[in-house]
């Protein structure tokens, strides 16, 4: 029996590692991140008090009757507002000893004394603590799923102008504390519709699954529920590209997941061999141009046909001397998706493809002449500008192989590196400088001021630009 048992835990064991998916893309937002952040919530929250709605009130109290109407806050000011982290939960908006002002309109019945006229009230020791529960999503998207919100006021006066000062004076304690309730029961509903509604308007600006070109997509999914500590929000995204005609398709995550262990800077971007490995991958399997040239003599370098020529003139005799003046050609076609290597030195490319000389007859189709492997890798260098990522590569190492007339690849070696970094590079780089959308939502730039290489991953430090908008968006 308890070998059973054991043989049934191993088997659970296996399953949990097997259904652990690496993120191939992290985001970390640091307590220094959320302080640049705390002056813009703080403005939105300003503004969306400022925009509560007050209904009529009406009352009396033995020959006193009054009616106020036209309740407006005109001032709001949060000196002592806060901005932090709840470790498991999500985020505190925390407002202590504030004060609102504002205005309404008064109608007084006492006797047979009627007045009209405007009185301005001020409500002192404003408290506010807003709880913010985060978590993923059916889609796997970033949501606010739960607010917890407590707000009290513990005093208002009201100062009234014209003739009858000791009425207004004795009518007051009515106004205030029946204002003061209002508003106490007004605060915590408009908050609640600007984090459930509002603000989760604002995540569903993070891309989730979008596309990148015309080929291929990428998945920005959360494949778990944010991790929250008291330092830092960390967001762990799906990080794959897959080929739009081909959506079901796509590359195993087995690389190492990257790890950001600094809190220095305001935002960290983390990125594992696997982020960039599925967009090759995507690319490759979608017939991405580059993944298959065909290079005829107007494409080539003089010098390169010139040589291809000569280097296959006694071949062509052989095969057939009516094909001697017959145009020359090269076929390039990757025969397998390009992979990444991310070490502290840099990022590589690695790619291998079959390049095949071939003799256009007139009229006929194209004669082979000769198949071989060319190997070349490409240094890829990655950098940010506002939210989107991109990669710029130079050519590093280029080598071709076969197994026949080895003696002819010497003088080749040259021509096609030259080719290569002439027509090749250029295409990938005119593409790859496009960039792709980073997971975070509109309003929100960055600066980026070095790129660190690791082994298995990149990570980039960023700190906000002083002049973003978050909530302009909204």
């Keep these: 029996m308890t070998s059973y048992f054991v043989h049934f835990l191993f088997l659970w064991s296996l399953s949990v590692m097997a259904s652990a998916e690496p993120a191939g893309c992290k985001i970390r937002i ?21 925009n509560i709605s007050m209904p009529e009130m009406k009352g009396e109290d033995g020959r006193f009757q009054y009616t106020i109407t036209d309740v407006k806050i005109t001032e709001l000011n949060l000196t002592h507002a806060d901005l932090q982290f709840i470790p498991d939960v999500g985020l ?5 000893n504030s004060s609102i002002s504002l205005t309404f309109n008064r109608r007084i019945l006492y006797w047979f004394f009627y007045d009209t006229g405007n009185i301005n009230a001020s409500a002192e020791g404003v408290n506010i603590n807003t709880a913010l529960n985060l978590i993923r999503d059916e889609e796997g998207r970033l949501k606010i799923n739960n607010i917890t919100c407590d707000a009290n006021i513990s005093k208002m006066s009201a100062k009234f102008s014209g003739t009858l000062g000791r009425v207004y004076g004795f009518l007051a304690r009515f106004l205030t504390t029946g204002m003061r309730f209002l508003l106490n029961q007004k605060i915590c509903p408009a908050l609640d519709h600007a984090a459930l509604v509002l603000v989760n308007s604002l995540l569903e600006t993070i891309p989730v699954r979008t596309e990148v070109d015309q080929f291929i997509g990428i998945d920005y999914s959360l494949i778990d ?14 990080g794959m590209f897959f080929d739009l005609s081909h959506q079901n398709v796509s590359l195993v995550n087995y690389a190492v997941e990257p790890v950001i262990k600094e809190y220095d800077r305001m935002v960290y971007l983390a990125l594992s061999e696997f982020f960039f490995d599925s967009g090759l991958f995507s690319y490759y399997t979608a017939g991405f141009p580059v993944c298959c040239l065909f290079l005829v003599p107007a494409q080539m370098p003089k010098d390169l046909e010139m040589l291809l020529r000569t280097t296959y003139f006694g071949l062509i005799m052989m095969l057939n001397p009516a094909l001697v003046d017959a145009p020359l050609s090269l076929q390039l076609a990757v025969n397998s998706p390009p992979k990444t290597s991310i070490k502290t030195s840099g990022a590589t490319v690695v790619m291998t493809a079959i390049v095949n000389v071939m003799v256009l007859p007139p009229g006929q189709p194209p004669v082979q002449l000769s198949s071989m492997t060319m190997e070349t890798k490409f240094n890829a260098k990655v950098s940010m500008r506002g939210k989107r ?6 050519l590093r190492r280029f080598a071709c192989f076969t197994s026949l007339f080895l003696q002819h690849l010497i003088p080749l070696q040259a021509p096609l590196k030259t080719m290569l970094q002439m027509s090749v590079v250029p295409l990938i780089n005119n593409w790859t400088k496009r960039g792709v959308r980073i997971p975070l939502a509109d309003g929100v730039d960055f600066i980026e001021e070095v790129v660190e ?9 960023l700190d906000y630009l002083r002049s973003f908008r978050l909530f302009s968006y909204l």
């Design 30 to 50: 640091t307590d220094r991140g959320l302080d640049m952040l705390k002056y813009e919530t703080q403005k939105f929250v300003e503004e969306e008090l400022s």
């Design 92 to 96: 505190l908006f925390d407002v202590q």
């Design 389 to 394: 990522l991109s990669v710029h590569t130079d």
């Design 453 to 461: 290489y690791h082994n298995v991953s990149v990570i980039l430090p």
């Design 225 to 238: 529920d944010p991790v929250v500590t008291s330092r830092s929000l960390d967001m762990h995204f799906r």
